[in-house]
């Protein structure tokens, strides 16, 4: 049986054509709703598993997924639909960029799975803050805020910084306990 926690992090997923379709459609105050309750419903079931002891295994790779499945679909509309005035459109160098980190996050964690035989997996600072100013991208957009180019410039530079910090941890983890390798002293 799944467990509250879970069931809303499937709601985040379900809740992601809603959202494309609101977009291509035209709505964004529906699109921004819609979105709102996805981002609530990602801290609330990070909340509810922490506080009633409903962490589980597919809970753990569920959540990313969900995060990944939203933010992606987002980016591809903003990016794509013609229904979005030009200006804010966002510019497929963005696009390019989050999709490119988050392929090499994926394909990190499948080689270090098959190296080392599991992956740990943690958000980083660099993460969580790339994630809250994607989210905050999607948000300026969705609301037609006029200076959303600052927004998704900066986003754009988190994802850049967090991409290289999860590849240095990655490459720190392949190369931990190898009688070849120096330890990491967090120097590149």
Known sequence: ?????????????????LFIAAVA????????ILFA???ISDGLDGF???????KTSIGTILDPVADKILLISAFICLTLIKSI????????????????????IVLGSILIHVIKGEVKIAPSFWGKLTTFFQMMTIVSVL???KHSCY??????????ISGVDYMLKGSHT?????????KYNGKI
């Open 151 to 160: 927004v998704w410039n900066t986003a754009t530079i988190f994802t850049v």
């Open 143 to 145: 609301v037609q805020f």
């Open 1 to 17: 049986m799944m467990n509250l926690a879970n069931r809303i992090t499937i709601t985040r997923i379900i809740l992601t054509p």
């Open 25 to 32: 459609y035209g709505r964004m105050d529906i699109a921004l």
């Open 85 to 104: 005035p030009e200006n804010l459109r966002l510019p497929p160098y963005v696009l390019i960029i989050v999709i490119f980190r988050d392929l090499m």
């Open 37 to 39: 309750a996805a981002v």
């Open 48 to 54: 509810v598993a922490r506080s009633m002891h409903q």
């Open 174 to 182: 392949l190369n931990e306990n190898s009688p070849n390798n120096k």
